[in-house]
């Protein structure tokens, strides 16, 4: 007998909520920003539209169904099912947050601060969860399968991440490695640089974005859908023993990128989230590619 649908509703702490939990009483924290130039009021008022979202989403759920919350700091340890539907409440990073847990899941994208957010990956208001939730549970949900950036060391980690990875130095150090690309019989290249972006056509309206345009380049960046990624390396530094000839390129599926470490440790991260990074140690490689799974979004 099959298990009922369950709605986890994702969700994360609010700027408000961590004033609190840093200065104790709402009139510190009040104090604390008034000091600063802010007020308390516009925080407590984006704090208060987030939980009636999260209420209203929550009441939405099909009485037949069973419902759990989880906070974004407690996802790397929620185990998702596959009967669930994710219900992410918040910010378009949020998504991204609970991207690398899943499996397969429908992903269902509410706004809770609208004006605020450029609503790529939260395309929905709290108002249309009671249609959305039996909707995507169904089988014939329309949905986005967005393509996922993943990376693998040679000793079995592996990172899975929505927008990008990258890859360098914990600080402000010099990164060295050898690159080297799949299918190509061109020997590795010793390079020194700030890091190594691979991203995919989600990630290209950020951090990839940012790159790209910084250097002008001609690359045409992925769409979202498209199982291909973009990768740039950071500042690269020409030497004597050091090489700048791959600064940039296009992953298509089934070909990866591979890095491996010459320095005393470098660190592999996703979506900006550096709490969740690999270690990388001296003639460790990593390799990066296009995931086998994708986020699937819906419409």
Known sequence: MSLAPRAVLVHRTTEYEELLARHGTHGQAAFFLAARGRSVDAVRERHERARRALAEVAG?????????????ADLDRFLFGPEDVVVVVGQDGLVANAAKY?????????????????GVLVRHRPDRARRLLPYAAG?????????????????????????EIYVGPPGHQTARYSLALDGTDVPPEAQASSGVLVGTGTGATGWLRSLWEQRSSTLALPAPS????????????????????????????GRGLRLTVESDRLVAFGDGVESDALELTWGQTIHLAVAGSRLRLVH
Not at 102 to 118: C, E, F, Y
Not at 142 to 152: G, N, P
């Open 60 to 72: 939405a759920v099909p009485l037949t169904w069973r419902q759990t919350r989880v906070e974004r």
């Open 102 to 118: 899943l499996t397969g899941q429908p992903v269902i994208g509410i706004d809770a601060d609208p004006g605020r957010n450029p």
């Open 139 to 163: 089988a014939g949900a329309a949905v986005d399968e967005l393509t996922m950036v993943e990376a693998v060391t040679d000793d079995a980690q592996r990172l899975l991440a929505l927008n």
């Open 226 to 253: 498209d199982a291909r990624l973009a990768w740039f390396v950071r500042e690269a530094w020409p030497s004597p023993t050091t090489g700048t000839t791959r600064v940039e390129g296009l992953l298509e599926a």
